[in-house]
Nanobody, 124 residues
Framework: QVQLVESGGGLVQAGGSLRLSCAAS????????MGWFRQAPGKEREFVAA????????YYADSVKGRTTISRDNAKNTVYLQMNSLKPEDTAVYYC?????????????????WGQGTQVTVSS
């Protein structure tokens, strides 16, 4: 059992940066691999990034690879998504999620717990 709350979204110009945070409650945060997803208006939810339980392995969607970093601090029960060189197509509601599965977890159905989302808007 874990509860997730995202924060850090906002309005930013193209080329700017944001760091999203996802705070987890409970004592079992380190038992879960974590992922970030996003959903733009009129589109389905898509995978952004994932990180293993210890933080030793990361996995990114091709659309954000090279300008995005997922990290976690298990002592703080928090996972982060640092996004640089933001583009208008990055505009979406961003969600963090937790899964007991390992390896390359990129499908929404593989995740068990979800946060409420935080809005990211990138202007051109």
């Amino acid at each position: 059992q874990v509860q997730l709350v995202e924060s850090g979204g906002g309005l930013v110009q193209a080329g700017g940066s944001l760091r999203l945070s996802c705070a987890a409650s409970g004592r079992t945060f380190s038992s879960y691999a974590m992922g970030w997803f996003r959903q733009a208006p009129g589109k389905e939810r898509e995978f952004v990034a994932a990180i293993s339980r210890s933080g030793g392995t990361t996995y990114y969607a091709d659309s954000v690879k090279g300008r995005t970093t997922i990290s976690r601090d298990n002592a703080k029960n928090t996972v982060y998504l640092q996004m640089n060189s933001l583009k208008p197509e990055d505009t979406a509601v961003y969600y963090c999620a937790a899964t007991t599965r390992g390896a390359r977890v990129a499908a929404s159905w593989e995740y068990d717990y979800w946060g409420q989302g935080t809005q990211v808007t990138v202007s051109s």
